[in-house]
């Protein structure tokens, strides 16, 4: 069907830098939405970027100025940028992505396995 693989997670100090990736593979005819979930313990997994596929944004508040989305539309990945990380930014990162496969027209959602992001010194 559609697999996503993320990567880049790993622990990093405030203030620092990390880029997160993430690989959609299948059988796609098209992939629409794409984005950024991460969950914390006790907390409801929460939306931290979107993006369309004409390449419209959005951002959770906590995060606006600090991360940015990115996609390539032909090697079908999506990635996520992320500066000036805050201790509040640590949780479980997972990939999502809106997508048709080559012989179904309807659009589901597809979810990647996440990839920890540790924010400490």
């Known amino acids: 069907q559609v697999q996503l693989v993320e990567s880049g997670g790993g622990l990093v100090q405030p203030g620092g830098s990390l880029t997160l990736s993430c690989a959609a593979s299948?059988?796609?005819?098209?992939?629409?939405?794409m984005g950024w979930y991460r969950q914390t313990p006790g907390k409801q997994r929460e939306l931290v970027a979107a993006?369309?596929?004409?390449?419209?944004?959005n951002y959770a508040d906590s995060v606006k100025g600090r991360f940015t989305i990115s996609r390539d539309n032909v090697k079908n990945m999506v990635y996520l940028q992320m500066t000036s990380v805050k201790p509040d930014d640590t949780g479980v990162y997972y990939c999502?992505?809106?997508?048709?496969?080559?012989?179904?027209?309807?659009?589901?959602?597809?979810w990647g396995q996440g990839t920890q992001v540790t924010v400490s010194s």
């Open positions: 993006i369309t596929r004409g390449g419209r944004t």
């Open positions: 999502n992505v809106g997508a048709e496969t080559r012989w179904s027209g309807v659009r589901e959602d597809y």
């Open positions: 299948g059988s796609i005819r098209i992939a629409y939405d």
